[in-house]
T-cell receptor, first 113, second 116 residues
């Protein structure tokens, strides 16, 4: 499985953009990068995913480097409700792998007023 | 469109009893995944099922735990003879399809099992 490396924690200011980095240097060509977050006591929430191109949706933007060895999740205007643990996951595909998501430790993001 | 529904939200069992956790996937989703989160720990994959089939049970404890996803009705995670170490949050997720990696998993809000 391709592994990911994320900072353990980071703070960001309310109203500012939050940039969350992730390294996945052993990613394979057909593996997607997924981002989820878990707000305390809730189930993980899907944010965004991508393969090669940058992606944007109503929640966030995902920037994937050209060599695909790292990515950045951008929350454009962080709010207090964005305080959560953010997980960067490389999804192993194929029938044998079962298409499951393997969660690591994530980045604990604290948005401060 | 309703999300993944899990019930009960909270379940208390005495040691030795059975726990049954239910999960109804999102409409149109035929793939179900169960995860466990022990207190202050990360999410651990348990099992992946399609209708009437277990696809990957590599994360399931060898004894006392079983899962099913029948043709009709919700997916069930069953824990027999519960012990205190089974106390955890159990999350269910569903996806539209299981191949290619381009189909996100959507999670429910979990069942919190407490074994007394």
């Amino acid at each position: 499985d391709a592994k990911t490396t994320q900072p353990t924690s980071m703070d960001c200011a309310e109203g500012r953009a939050a940039n969350l980095p992730c390294n996945h240097s052993t990613i394979s060509g057909n593996e997607y990068v997924y981002w989820y977050r878990q707000i305390h006591s809730q189930g993980p929430q899907y944010i965004i995913h991508g393969l090669k191109n940058n992606e944007t949706n109503e929640m966030a933007s995902l920037i994937i480097t050209e060599d695909r060895k790292s990515s950045t999740l951008i929350l454009p205007h962080a709010t207090l409700r964005d305080t959560a643990v953010y997980y960067c996951i490389v999804r192993v595909v194929g029938e044998a792998a079962g298409n499951k998501l393997t969660f690591g430790g994530g980045t604990r993001v604290l948005v401060k007023p | 469109n309703a999300g993944v529904m899990q019930n009960p939200r909270h379940l208390v069992r005495r040691r030795g009893q059975e726990a049954r956790l239910r999960c109804s996937p999102m409409k149109g989703h035929s793939h179900v995944y169960w995860y466990r989160q022990l207190p202050e720990e990360g999410l651990k994959f348990m099992v992946y099922l399609q209708k009437e089939n277990i696809i990957d049970e590599s994360g399931m404890p060898k004894e006392r735990f079983s899962a099913e996803f029948p043709k009709e009705g919700p997916s069930i995670l069953r824990i027999q003879q519960v012990v205190r170490g089974d106390s955890a949050a159990y999350f269910c997720a569903s996806s539209q399809n299981g191949q290619g990696g381009n189909s996100p998993l959507h999670f429910g809000n979990g069942t919190r099992l407490t074994v007394t």
